[in-house]
């Protein structure tokens, strides 16, 4: 009875886990443009980002949204004008935090409140005692408890004070250690709120691969006010980091029968096909403008296709610390595939031991009592490609030891040389001169050894005598040939140089 029970219990389970997967999966997504921005053209030619207000130390270009610039003491941040009129939504931010320091401050905040913060508040560039949500990323350990840069939500109803001193640990609702600064590629945060359950992922920006992105937090029951703002807000104190924000898209998140409801009349399509129509003559305008305005900037765009030695090296080194990347990960995987395996395999041989203790002494197991468990020749596969994936593992290492040491002389070298294409050319000249002068020695001494002949017998013999002055002369011929010979060949390599 009691099993019959725990089958039950274990159905509706499974029932329910599948009708959530389902219910999620189908969930219906629309990008709502009036809540978002991203580049190219992100802010027009007077500065302003349509739908959206921005002040403090906040900067807007084609590219980005400075939020708060790398000086001392700064405060920025970004409002939608118009408040949210859907109920669930997602946002998928992009920003990079960077700075020259090993430390940097403060950090970068993510805002759903019901009012529009201030632009220089006292929460990371925003206004405290806010109502609603507020996802912090924050770069400076104010605790020391060496736990930055953190991520951590933190909910208000309008009436408590950040703790800054203990970095809001009393009051966040979750958090995760991640670090977010001088990342290659720019960090992204996806933050759900969907039937009142919030989750965010984090791309800690080491590629530039869309699914990349980790859980950060999923939490339930979290009740945010109805037609709030989003913001994004950012402070520096007495260390500063830039902090970019690259772009910022809102979707709605509608459930399947929701979505018909709101969809658009035909007439209201074809207004809003024609203002699209309109705004992107207005773009194409506004490009054939700045063409002609800067009509340099085509050479330029050319010389942006090439790039230097130095530079292609350092790519070559990433793309080939990408592939490890990518390695070491598909090798986690396996090995937790394995561990997993491995843990059946214990539990599956303790129940096998089980079952023989429970076998009466002098009577023979039955085969049945085994049929399930794992067999001799599948733990030593288990062991073989456990041993397999260490090789894998210490090759991967040697290789990318091998890579270090590879970077680094490429580092010296370049901290020696002020380029590489100078140090190669001295080279040659100099060997050039020391063949020439050894040719020299070899021509001197045959020159000596001649005339010490000459010395010796004094009578030439009865065919032709060459003098001394002769075998000078040609010798001398030679030399301004070989001379000759070599400044052409250099003015040539350096002709050919040019092509490259
Ligand atoms: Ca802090
Ligand atoms: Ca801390």
């Known amino acids: 009875m009691e099993k019959l029970f725990s089958c039950n219990y274990i159905l509706a389970f499974v029932l329910l886990s599948l009708s959530n997967f389902i219910s999620a ?37 084609s590219e980005n949204v400075r939020i708060a610039p790398s000086l001392r003491s700064q405060k920025g941040a970004i409002w939608t004008k118009q408040p949210i009129n859907f109920g669930w939504w997602e946002v998928d931010i992009a920003f990079r935090v960077t700075g020259r320091g090993r430390i940097g401050a403060d950090g970068l905040a993510f805002w759903y409140t019901q009012n529009k913060g201030a632009y220089d508040g006292d929460v990371f560039g925003s206004s405290d005692k806010w109502n609603g949500l507020g996802v912090i990323f924050d770069s400076f350990d104010n605790d020391n408890k060496h736990n930055n840069p953190y991520i951590m939500a933190v909910i208000n109803d309008g009436t408590k004070e950040f703790d800054h001193q203990n970095d809001g640990t009393t009051q966040q609702l979750a958090g995760c250690l991640r670090d977010f600064r001088n990342k290659p590629f720019p960090t992204r945060a996806k933050i759900e709120y969907y039937q009142n359950t919030l989750t965010i992922l984090f791309h800690n920006g080491m590629t530039n691969n869309d699914n990349d992105y980790e859980i950060c937090m999923h939490i339930e029951n979290v009740v945010l006010p109805k037609g709030g703002y989003f913001g994004i807000s950012a402070a520096t104190g007495g260390l500063a980091d830039d902090h970019d924000v690259i772009h910022f898209l809102t979707y709605s998140l509608h459930q399947p029968g929701q979505a018909e409801q709101n969809q658009v009349t035909g007439e209201e399509q074809q207004r809003l096909q024609q203002e699209y129509q309109d705004y992107q003559k207005k773009l194409e305008q506004q490009k054939a403008e700045y063409q002609k305005e800067h009509p340099d900037e085509k050479e330029h765009e050319v010389e942006d296709w090439y790039e230097s030695d130095s530079q292609r090296e350092m790519r070559q080194i990433f793309e080939g610390i990408l592939q490890i990347y990518e390695y070491v990960k598909d090798l986690g995987k396996k090995l937790d595939e394995v561990v997993g395996r491995q843990e059946r395999t214990m539990s599956l041989i303790s129940q096998g031991v089980a079952v023989q203790g429970g076998v009466p002494s002098g009577q023979v197991p039955s085969q049945g009592g085994f049929s399930d468990t794992i067999r001799r020749h599948e733990v030593d596969a288990v062991f073989n490609n456990q041993n397999q994936i260490l090789n894998a593992a210490r090759e991967i290492k040697q290789f990318a030891m091998d890579l270090k040491q590879k970077t680094d002389t490429i580092i010296n070298n370049q901290a020696k040389q002020p380029t590489a294409q100078v140090q190669s050319v001295g080279y040659d000249t100099q060997s050039i001169i020391s063949e020439m002068r050894d040719g020299l020695n070899f021509v001197k001494q045959g020159v000596a050894q001649v005339s010490q002949k000459l ?41 050919a140089k040019k092509f490259y």
């Open 25 to 61: 999966y189908l969930v219906h997504k629309k990008f709502e443009y009036k809540y978002s921005f991203k580049p190219p053209y992100l802010a027009q030619k007077d500065g302003s980002v349509p739908f959206w207000e921005y002040g403090g130390n906040a900067i807007a270009s």
């Open 455 to 495: 010395q010796q017998n004094p009578n030439c013999p009865n065919v032709s005598c060459v003098s001394v002055t002769t075998v000078l002369v040609i010798s001398v011929l030679q030399l301004l040939i070989i001379l000759g010979y070599n400044i052409y060949r250099d003015s040539r390599d350096h002709q």
